[in-house]
């Protein structure tokens, strides 16, 4: 509207944890759904259920990846051969290069990426997705799958493999899945689908054949992202190993995975360096303060942002520094609400608190002592001591006088509530 003389009446443009440089899948988990579709389409399945709403949904899901708006915003695409196919986003980036934020208005960002520059909480080629194990049917389940149900699976499934199921005998079969993050700086496999099918033939003879087996590596241009500060995709995924048995199976699994990765990186949401300077490990991994912005090549081309502090459940039972991307929390949505109010003097930051909070000072005391918290700027502390008929306190800002009332002896505990105004802390 800018570029053609309207007057878009805006004075407040708010970026929440947009993909100015794009989103982040990891390219493990997209090799798995490359995978997935082409067993899919290797199946009866697809014919059997034609036109109706569950293979459209199924369908739907598993090729999102090819839709034009994922081609745009991910930072890393992979096609079925396993080759990264960047050219969407390329041409998407540089449109928006060229575009330019508006110049009537007054920019701000959120960022759901951690302040600290905290990842999430693990590292490069870690474990993503394990899933490895054995299942067998049961002598009955052998003698009821020889009338018809292997052969039957076999057609669903288009794997002739289980036509052997005519025979008497148990049957087995293998599962080895993995899924990694990206490694940094080697090239090594990320992702690993296998299916192997034996038939103990007469419960005597073994006869395997493999239903599926692919592999495929890492690609060393790109950056080992996942586990970067950024917004939190959580999978709610909690796989843990389990075995059964009964009359009729037994399978043994061991199953492992960590639920969150990061989806959109800080980088991108704060646009770091406005897409004109080629940004490294070392800026996706930084820490982004709002009261202390970054300096050129790696600005940002907001006026004021805010990042995330404040510690986030995830579904495995873990915490992340990092919120769940759009994630509205009390930090965030004061900063926002002042900037609403025309308060354009707000600055987040918590940067002292970014190591431990540790009260420093020595201990024991004998007579007095001088205790200290973490500076921060704007900040009010009040300090408290379990017992005060065992000691006395002169207060100073972050510091703080314990002085040993007269001849008394004992354990006490010293703490400090810290607060602050919204203009500096939240």
Same mark, same amino acid.
């Given at each position: 509207?800018?570029?053609?003389?309207?007057?878009?009446?805006?004075?407040?443009?708010?970026?929440?944890?947009?993909?100015?440089?794009?989103?982040?899948? +990891?390219?493990?988990?997209?090799?798995?759904?490359?995978?997935?579709?082409?067993?899919?389409?290797?199946?009866?399945?697809?014919?059997?259920?034609?036109?109706?709403?569950?293979?459209?949904?199924?369908?739907?899901?598993?090729?999102?990846?090819?839709?034009?708006?994922?081609?745009?915003?991910?930072?890393?695409?992979?096609?079925?051969?396993?080759?990264?196919?960047?050219?969407?986003?390329?041409?998407?980036?540089?449109?928006?290069?060229?575009?330019?934020?508006?110049?009537?208005?007054?920019?701000?960002?959120?960022?759901?990426?951690?302040?600290?520059?905290?990842?999430?909480?693990?590292? +490069?080629?870690?474990?993503?997705?394990?899933?490895?194990?054995?299942?067998?049917?049961?002598?009955?389940?052998?003698? &009821?799958?020889?009338?018809?149900?292997?052969?039957?699976?076999?057609?669903?499934?288009?794997?002739?493999?289980?036509?052997?199921?005519?025979?008497?005998?148990?049957?087995?079969?293998?599962?080895?899945?993995?899924?990694?993050?990206?490694?940094?700086?080697?090239?090594?496999?990320?992702?690993?689908?296998?299916?192997?099918?034996?038939?103990? &033939?007469?419960?005597?003879?073994?006869?395997?054949?493999?239903?599926?087996?692919?592999?495929?590596?890492?690609?060393?241009?790109?950056?080992?992202?996942?586990?970067?500060?950024?917004?939190?995709?959580?999978?709610?995924?909690?796989?843990?190993?389990?075995?059964?048995?009964?009359?009729?199976?037994?399978?043994?699994?061991?199953?492992?995975?960590?639920?969150?990765?990061?989806?959109?990186?800080?980088?991108?949401?704060?646009?770091?360096?406005?897409? !004109?300077?080629?940004?490294?490990?070392?800026?996706?991994?930084?820490?982004?303060?709002?009261?202390?912005?970054?300096?050129?090549?790696?600005?940002?081309?907001?006026?004021?942002?805010?990042?995330?502090?404040?510690?986030?459940?995830?579904?495995?039972?873990?915490?992340?520094?990092?919120? !769940?991307?759009?994630?509205?929390?009390?930090?965030?949505?004061?900063?926002?609400?002042?900037?609403?109010?025309?308060?354009?003097?707000?600055?987040?930051?918590?940067?002292?608190?970014?190591?431990?909070?540790?009260?420093?000072?020595?201990?024991?005391?004998?007579?007095?002592?001088?205790?200290?918290?973490?500076?921060?700027?704007?900040?009010?502390?009040?300090?408290?001591?379990?017992?005060?008929?065992?000691?006395?306190?002169?207060?100073?800002?972050?510091?703080?006088?314990?002085?040993?009332?007269?001849?008394?002896?004992?354990?006490?505990?010293?703490?400090?509530?810290?607060?602050?105004?919204?203009?500096?802390?939240?």
């Amino acid at each position: 509207m800018e570029n053609r003389s309207l007057n878009h009446q805006t004075r407040l443009y708010i970026s929440w944890d947009a993909p100015h440089q794009g989103a982040n899948v +990891p390219v493990a988990y997209q090799h798995a759904n490359r995978h997935a579709y082409n067993l899919y389409l290797q199946s009866a399945i697809p014919y059997l259920l034609g036109g109706t709403s569950t293979f459209r949904i199924v369908r739907n899901a598993l090729t999102l990846i090819d839709q034009p708006a994922p081609r745009q915003m991910l930072m890393n695409r992979v096609l079925d051969n396993g080759q990264l196919d960047n050219s969407w986003h390329t041409t998407w980036q540089q449109e928006l290069r060229n575009l330019g934020y508006p110049q009537l208005s007054r920019n701000v960002a959120v960022s759901n990426g951690s302040e600290c520059g905290i990842g999430q909480g693990f590292q +490069p080629g870690a474990t993503l997705f394990y899933f490895n194990g054995k299942a067998n049917t049961r002598i009955l389940t052998d003698m &009821i799958g020889s009338l018809g149900g292997m052969f039957m699976l076999g057609n669903l499934t288009g794997q002739p493999a289980f036509y052997l199921d005519i025979l008497p005998g148990r049957n087995e079969f293998f599962f080895d899945f993995q899924c990694n993050a990206q490694p940094e700086g080697v090239t090594q496999q990320i992702y690993k689908g296998k299916i192997t099918y034996r038939k103990v &033939i007469l419960w005597l003879v073994n006869v395997s054949t493999t239903i599926t087996d692919r592999t495929r590596n890492s690609d060393l241009s790109v950056l080992p992202i996942d586990g970067t500060p950024g917004g939190m995709y959580d999978t709610e995924l909690n796989l843990q190993s389990s075995s059964f048995q009964n009359w009729a199976i037994k399978y043994n699994i061991s199953a492992s995975s960590i639920p969150q990765f990061n989806f959109m990186p800080t980088v991108s949401s704060l646009d770091i360096g406005g897409g !004109n300077t080629t940004l490294t490990i070392n800026e996706y991994r930084a820490s982004y303060v709002g009261a202390n912005p970054p300096g050129s090549p790696f600005n940002t081309p907001f006026a004021n942002f805010t990042t995330a502090f404040n510690q986030v459940a995830v579904s495995n039972g873990s915490v992340n520094n990092n919120e !769940n991307h759009i994630q509205i929390a009390a930090r965030n949505g004061n900063f926002v609400a002042e900037e609403l109010n025309g308060n354009i003097n707000v600055r987040t930051n918590c940067a002292a608190f970014c190591t431990n909070g540790v009260i420093s000072g020595n201990n024991p005391v004998c007579t007095s002592q001088t205790y200290a918290a973490p500076f921060a700027t704007g900040a009010t502390y009040n300090w408290f001591v379990s017992d005060p008929s065992l000691a006395t306190l002169t207060q100073n800002g972050n510091s703080v006088l314990v002085s040993r009332n007269g001849k008394a002896a004992g354990q006490v505990t010293l703490s400090v509530s810290i607060s602050g105004p919204a203009a500096r802390l939240f």
